[in-house]
């Protein structure tokens, strides 16, 4: 992705969702969303375009194989990693905690 990427609140979900669940076919995604099968595809075509979003064809046996939707390394834009402040966060508690048990 070379340069920021504008995508709507819908497809902003389907990260989300991506993001917690990993990989998953259309059916699950529109479950959890509570849309239409035919959306969650509109919205994945647009964040493969983009980058975000990468297919995998998987074959089980017999029956028509499945396609599984998972983020590609370039979706870890969307979620930023806050770790120094989280860092931050827990030692101030953890002086506060230390102050509180030494009086």
Known sequence: MNKPTLISAAERRVL????????CEVKAIARSLRVTAMAV??????????????????????????YVYSLSAS??????????TLADLTGDSRAKWNEREST
């Open 16 to 23: 989300a969702y991506l993001k917690r669940a990993g990989r």
């Open 41 to 66: 595809r509109h919205h994945l075509a647009v964040l493969e375009k983009a980058g975000l979003v990468k297919t995998t064809l998987e074959r089980r046996g017999v029956g028509r194989p499945r």
């Open 75 to 84: 979706a870890d834009a969307f979620f930023p990693k806050e770790y120094g």
